[in-house]
């Protein structure tokens, strides 16, 4: 399993395998966070083995199905959430890396007043695409406004 690292709290990867469980624990994370929906595609790891195999491997596990175009502002909020009370480092995954670094960084736009083209340029140094990032803030921010 390949994973990149965001931060010191945070690291992100495509699909895990059970096998990878194993791994992502000797590794030293303390927390999983699985943002993909379960039968996204054929034979994907659904998030009951998966949290059964974590919790035998001494992992938090939270399972947080998103799909990208349609994350919410409540979504970033328990993600943040979930970065911040879970047991540290957090490994989270989705189909590449690219849903699960997209929530982080727009919770460090929402709830930090970081720049959203910053975090963009920062994460296609890390081979990620982030730019829907800005469109996904104005639509969060307008979400706000609604309420």
């Known amino acids: 399993m390949q994973s990149t690292q965001i ?8 699909q895990i395998s059970k096998a990878d469980i194993a791994e992502i624990a000797e590794a030293g994370f303390g927390t999983i966070i ?13 998030h009951e083995a998966a949290a059964a ?7 938090d ?12 502002r409540a979504q970033v909020a ?3 959430k979930l970065l911040l009370r ?17 929530l982080w960084a727009a919770s460090r736009v929402l709830f930090n007043d970081e720049s959203a083209l910053k975090l963009v340029a920062q994460a296609a ?3 990620y695409d982030l730019r829907v990032l800005p469109q996904l803030i104005d639509k969060l921010e307008a ?5």
């Not at 399972?63 to 990208?68: I, S």
């Not at 879970?86 to 997209?102: D, E, F, I, K, M």
């Open 7 to 14: 931060n010191e709290v945070l690291s992100v990867a495509g």
């Open 125 to 127: 140094t890390k081979g």
């Open 78 to 80: 328990e993600f943040e």
């Open 34 to 46: 699985n943002n993909r929906p379960d039968n996204e595609e054929p034979a994907q790891l659904d």
């Open 61 to 72: 596990y939270h399972y947080q199905p998103v799909t990208t175009g349609n994350i919410t």
């Open 53 to 59: 195999e974590a919790k035998k491997r001494g992992l």
């Open 86 to 102: 879970s047991p540290q480092p957090v490994l989270a995954h989705c189909r590449s890396g690219t849903r699960c670094y997209l």
């Open 143 to 147: 979400e706000k406004v609604e309420k």
